[in-house]
């Protein structure tokens, strides 16, 4: 097998109030925040250091049109339900755009509107 010479390193995210999405995704994740510059950018990271991580970086202006990319999570040790509502009590909102009533996936959005998607199938059933 040859060798790959990139990794993924870091996701990006746009906010205008970057600790607000940084603490949902530390939320959603059961991360935490590795690093907090003075440039409005935080780093988000799991617990055991693993890669991919998160930056959150502070911008002016506010999202305008869907993502052109974005997370699919799936859930991990309980039921896709019982996700998609501790997600909603985190602070998630379901988002359309455009998706069609018999979708097998749930799309959300962060609390200022980063669009991401909730899986049917639990980690377990993959």
Partial sequence: MTRMPSRIAVIAIDAVNPRLVAEFWCNVLGWHVVDDDDEG????????????????????G???????????????????????????????????????????????????GNEFCLLSRSVQKV
């Fill in 41 to 60: 950018v935080i780093s988000i990271a799991p617990p055991d250091g693993a890669w991919p991580t998160i930056d959150v970086l502070g911008v002016a």
């Fill in 62 to 112: 506010r999202k305008a049109v869907k993502n052109r990319l974005h997370l699919d999570l799936r859930a991990d040790g309980v039921a896709t339900p019982d996700e998609l509502e501790r997600l909603l009590s985190l602070g998630a909102r379901r988002v359309d755009i455009g998706q069609g009533p018999d979708v097998s996936w749930v799309v959300l959005g962060d609390p200022e």
